[in-house]
Structures are given as structure tokens and as C-alpha cells.
């Protein structure tokens, strides 16, 4: 499936000088046994520089939904906290016509960040921040990829903290670049990984994280409170493994919570999925988190997301956490 259309005002910042290592060196050990990882790669071509406080001043709907931009880990990319993911909907689920239709309105909402894959769909970019998988996983390969001008930055997808440093410890023993992100599942229901692992890696290397499925796959979307309706995600081909995971035991538990988050959302003036894409942004380590949508409806009900946020109080947060009852906890926590 092939997306094109004009983009004309988001621009990412070039990598400064102090930001690549010094790859004189391009040696690098073989780490073929690690085939099993995938990379992302970061491709922000720059046509320009954006500055801390821009927005795309071609879009006075961007302007009112108030989107934030945040800087992936401690590298000079600043995307913004929302991105358009396409895992499950683009290429399969949707047409071209209403992909098009998602793709440029996410873009002048003030979404900048795209992620994709090649198993997705093949898409077109212009000056976007798209992130997508490729399978030349060593150290040494994505190097390569971006000194031959293929892309700025690569990151890792749902690699562990110990392989993350890893890499990290090659790229530095062999002047190579290394990652500047994990991207890692995160929702109400999947909080260790994002909240005790990666910001541990932040402080020691400068990893950031981007997350994705805010919504548990649509669990969280609340579509499932009777179980699993026909042509819901749950009851896709393929998707087996969903839907056994909703009838479950724990399934049932995760309900009977949203059921209680639900009434802090009306509470708040907003819905469900609002209320939890938002608890996600909460988290300042979090770079920006990846939307998923399959109509232009559920996209801007996302996107809304922002003027949520400054509404979740500590006292609302600590309601969230209590109905929870999964907050994690580091072992600086444990010391303290």
C-alpha cells in the first residue's frame, strides 16, 4: 500500500557534531547469534531545523490541540508525544483512501512520528519522523545505514535492558553509534519495562523510550466489557491469542478495573481511552507514544489525549495506581 501526500511544515533537527561518535574505526565483532532482534530505524532527513517551541504553523487545528514535543532519549531528535502507529490496521483493515485520510490528519494535528515496517505496508515520507524495522541487527549494520545517509538514528523494539547495554558497550568499543531508543510495550497493564527498566538506562547511556499499544490491543478501549464483539480486533483471524487472553480469569480482573476508570474519565470530562493515553504521557520518560486508529473518529478521540493531561492530578494518578494495584517499584524504591 502506497501513502503520499504533501508535507510541507514539521521538520526534525540534524544530528549536531557532538552528537555522532567517531567511527574511524568500522570494525566491529561478528554478532550474527543475535538474529532474533529487530531494529528500528530512526529516518528524520532533515530539511531544516525545528525549534524547541515549533509547532506546523500551516495548521491552526495543530495550534488548538495543544500538541507537545520532547526530545527521543538524549539525542537531538524532538518528536512529537504522540505518533501514528500501524501494526494491525494500516494495509489490511483499512484503504488506502482512509489511510491517507489518518496519515494527514495526524500530520496536521501536529503528529511528526510515523512507525512502520516493511511487513506493515510501504509507505512514502517526505520531512517526517518515521520509524521502521529492518533487519540488519548488529552494531556495525546500522552504523552503516546511517553513514551512507539512510537514516539519523536507529533504536532498538522490545529488546532487553542487558542486550540494550550490549549494545551500547560495542558501539563505544568500536566507535560505532549506538542506540538512542527502545520502543516497549506500555499501558495501564504492562508498566515495569517502561517504568523501573528504561529510566535506569536513561540516566547511565541516554536511551529514550517510545511506547506503544496505550490501549492493551483495545482492551482498555472498553469494547470488550460483554466479551468480544463480532468484527473486533479479538476476533480477527490471527488473533486468537487476543481474544483467550479477554475471557480469561485475568481478563475478567483487568474489566471490573476499567469498569472503576471509568467513572474517574466522566469525572474528568473525557473517555476511557483518553484517560489512559494520557496516564501513558504522564510519564516524562516516555518520548512519545504510538496511536493506533482505524477510522479519522478514533484518531482525533486520541489525540484529545493532550488536553487530558494536565488534568491528572497526583491525587488522580495515586486513584489510578490504587484501582491498579501494579505499580512497580525500583530498588531505590526498595533502599528507600
Known amino acids: 500500500m502506497q501513502v503520499s501526500f504533501v508535507c510541507t511544515d514539521h521538520r526534525s533537527m540534524s544530528r549536531s557534531t ?7 574505526n568500522a570494525n566491529s565483532p561478528n554478532t550474527g547469534t543475535r538474529s532474533k532482534f ?3 530505524a530512526m ?13 506546523p504553523s500551516s495548521s491552526d487545528q495543530s495550534m488548538r490541540t495543544g500538541m507537545k514535543y520532547r526530545n527521543l532519549g538524549k539525542s537531538g531528535l524532538r518528536v512529537s508525544c504522540l505518533g501514528l502507529g500501524t501494526w494491525v490496521t494500516f494495509g489490511g483493515q483499512i484503504t488506502d483512501e482512509m489511510a491517507e485520510q489518518l496519515m494527514s490528519l495526524a500530520y496536521e494535528n501536529g503528529i511528526n512520528l510515523f512507525d512502520t515496517a516493511e511487513v506493515y505496508a510501504a509507505g512514502k515520507r517526505s520531512s517526517l519522523v518515521i520509524t521502521t524495522k529492518i533487519f540488519w541487527e548488529t552494531v ?9 545517509g539512510m537514516a539519523m538514528y536507529w533504536g532498538t523494539s522490545r529488546w532487553s535492558p542487558m542486550e540494550i547495554m550490549e549494545a551500547y558497550s560495542v558501539a563505544r568499543q568500536f566507535n560505532q553509534i549506538p542506540p538512542i531508543c527502545e520502543q516497549a510495550e506500555y499501558h495501564m497493564f504492562q ?3 517502561v ?5 535506569e538506562l536513561f540516566h547511565k547511556i541516554g536511551v529514550g523510550a517510545m511506547t506503544w499499544s496505550p490501549l492493551a490491543c483495545g482492551i482498555i478501549s472498553g469494547k470488550y466489557d460483554s466479551g468480544v464483539p463480532p468484527y473486533s480486533r479479538a476476533s480477527l483471524k490471527g488473533y486468537q491469542w487476543l481474544k483467550d487472553k479477554i475471557l480469561s480469569e485475568e481478563g475478567r480482573r483487568q474489566q471490573t478495573k476499567l469498569k472503576e476508570l471509568q467513572a474517574i474519565a466522566e469525572r474528568l470530562g473525557c473517555t476511557l481511552p483518553q484517560l489512559a493515553i494520557a496516564w501513558c504521557l504522564r510519564n516524562e520518560g516516555v518520548s512519545s507514544v504510538l496511536l493506533g486508529a482505524s477510522n479519522t473518529d478514533q484518531l482525533m478521540e486520541n489525540i484529545g489525549a493532550i488536553q487530558v493531561l494536565p488534568k491528572l492530578s497526583s491525587s488522580i494518578v495515586h486513584e489510578v495506581d490504587s484501582i491498579l494495584g ?3 517499584y525500583s530498588k531505590k524504591d526498595y533502599r528507600s
Do not use: C, F, W, Y
Open 18 to 24: 557532538d552528537d555522532r561518535l567517531n567511527r574511524q
Open 38 to 40: 529487530r531494529a528500528v
Open 43 to 55: 529516518v528524520a532527513r532533515s530539511l531544516g531545523q525545528l525549534s524547541v517551541q515549533s509547532v
Open 140 to 148: 556495525r549494520a546500522m552504523t552503516h545505514v546511517i553513514n551512507q
Open 191 to 193: 508498566r515495569e519495562k
Open 195 to 199: 517504568e523501573v527498566q528504561l529510566p
Open 326 to 328: 501494579n505499580k512497580p
